[in-house]
C-alpha cells in the first residue's frame, strides 16, 4: 500500500472575483498525508485550507496540479466516486427522521441490505458512544451529542479517509475542548486518516499528529505540533501559533554551531540562527513568553541576561504576565505559572520596578521571513 492516504502535488485553485478578477485561493500546495494520522490545517480565515479540503472531498476541482488518494489520482473524480466522507460544521441532521435513520441514510442511498444497514448503525453510534440512541430524534439530543450523530453518519460509511471541516465550532468553549479529545480518541479507536481543518491554534496542538500552517493560499510550514510551536520557520508561524515575542535587529555574528549574536539598539543577544543567514542580515528574533524567566536579583554568568523596568504584571489565574520594557524600543512578554502553594505571594510589584529578566540561547530563535 502507499505510504500516503492523501497527497497534494502542486495544486492551485483559482476562481473568477466579483469583479471579474481572478482570485488565487490556493497557490501550488503540495503536502503528504500519512495513512492512519491525524493532519489538520491551521490558518486564518481566507487562507486556503477549506479550499484544499474541498479538493480532496471533490467539491472542488484544481484548476493545476494532481491530489492522489493512495497513489491513485482522484483530482477530476466526482465525490460520490471517491471513499471519503465529510463532517461540516453544520452537522446538516434530518430533523424528520430518527437518530437511526440519519445514521443509516447513506447505507440506504448505496443499497445495504437493512439487516446489516442495523448491525452497522449501532456499531457507529457505540463508536461515538451513543448506544441506543436509534430512536431519538436531532431536537432532542445536546450540540455535542449531534456532533457524535454526525461523526457516526460519516464514519458508518466506513470511509478511507474522514474530511472534518470545523466541526466544533458551533460548540461552546468547554464542550469544544471535551470534544477535541473525544475526536482525538475515536481517530485511534478507528485508525483511519483524519484531515481538519480549523482557524485554532489550540485545537490543531491538542489534536494533531502533523499540521500545516497556511497563509495566503501557501502553506508555510508542517510539521509535528511540537515542531511547529519550537522551531517555527518564519514569523507568520510564530506569530499565529501562541504566543511570542518579537525583537527587530541585526544578525552580528554566526558560529559554527547554529548560534550566532544578535543586535537590536544597545542590546545583545544569542540565539539559534538557522543555517543560510550571513552576518549583516534584518532579521527578528522570537523567544516564547514562558521561556522568559523573571529574577529580582541578577543572575551570575548567564548569557541574555537584561535589567528591565515593569510596565505591568497581569494576574489571570494559571499563570501571571509581565510586560517588561528592556530598552525605550524593546519590550518583553513574560509569562510564569502560579504553580506556588495557595497563600503564598506571587511575584509582582508596582509599575517602574526593576527586574531581571533571562532566557537560554536555545530558547531564542532569529527568523528571516
Wanted: with cysteine.
Amino acid at each position: 500500500m502507499p505510504e500516503f492516504a492523501v497527497e497534494l502535488r502542486d495544486v492551485s485553485k483559482r476562481f473568477p472575483g466579483p469583479s471579474g478578477e481572478i482570485v488565487q485561493a490556493v497557490r501550488n500546495v503540495s503536502m503528504q498525508i500519512r495513512d492512519g494520522e491525524f493532519f489538520s490545517m491551521l490558518g486564518p480565515s481566507g487562507c486556503g485550507k477549506t479550499t484544499s479540503l474541498r479538493m480532496i472531498a471533490g467539491f472542488e476541482l484544481p484548476t493545476e496540479g494532481e491530489i492522489y488518494l493512495h497513489g491513485k489520482p482522484i483530482g477530476q473524480t466526482p465525490p460520490y466516486k471517491r471513499p471519503v466522507n465529510t463532517v461540516f460544521q453544520n452537522y446538516a441532521l434530518f430533523p424528520h427522521m430518527t437518530i437511526g435513520e440519519n445514521v443509516a441514510f447513506g447505507l440506504e442511498m448505496k443499497g445495504v441490505p437493512k439487516s446489516e444497514r442495523q448491525a452497522r448503525v449501532r456499531q457507529a453510534l457505540e463508536m461515538v458512544r451513543l448506544p441506543g440512541y436509534e430512536a431519538r430524534r436531532s431536537r432532542q439530543m445536546s450540540g455535542g451529542q449531534q456532533q457524535r450523530v454526525a461523526l457516526a453518519r460519516a464514519l458508518v460509511n466506513r470511509p478511507e479517509v474522514l474530511l472534518l471541516d470545523e466541526p466544533l465550532g458551533a460548540l461552546d468553549l468547554k464542550l469544544r475542548k471535551e470534544m477535541q479529545l473525544e475526536l482525538k480518541r475515536l481517530q485511534r479507536e478507528v485508525g483511519i486518516t483524519f484531515i481538519y481543518v480549523t482557524h485554532d491554534q489550540e485545537e490543531a496542538l491538542t489534536m494533531s499528529d502533523r499540521i500545516a500552517v497556511m497563509d495566503h493560499g501557501v502553506v508555510k510550514q508542517v510539521g509535528l505540533a511540537s515542531e511547529i510551536y519550537e522551531e517555527p520557520n518564519c514569523r507568520f508561524v510564530a506569530d499565529f501559533i501562541g504566543e511570542t515575542n518579537f525583537i527587530d535587529g541585526v544578525v552580528a555574528s554566526v558560529d559554527g554551531d547554529g548560534y550566532g549574536e544578535f543586535v537590536a539598539g544597545e542590546l545583545r543577544f544569542i540565539a539559534r540562527v538557522p543555517a543560510g543567514i550571513s552576518p549583516g542580515r534584518k532579521a527578528t528574533l522570537t523567544v516564547r513568553p514562558e521561556r522568559v524567566q523573571i529574577l529580582r536579583d541578577r543572575p551570575d554568568g548567564r548569557p541574555n541576561t537584561f535589567v528591565g523596568s515593569l510596565r505591568e504584571s497581569i494576574y489571570i489565574g494559571t499563570d501571571t504576565r509581565f510586560i517588561i520594557d528592556l530598552s525605550p524600543t524593546v519590550q518583553i512578554l513574560a509569562r510564569q505559572q502560579n504553580a506556588l502553594p495557595i497563600g503564598m505571594p506571587v511575584m509582582e510589584g508596582p509599575a517602574g520596578v526593576k527586574l531581571w529578566v533571562t532566557w537560554a540561547p536555545n530558547s531564542a530563535r532569529i527568523l528571516v521571513e
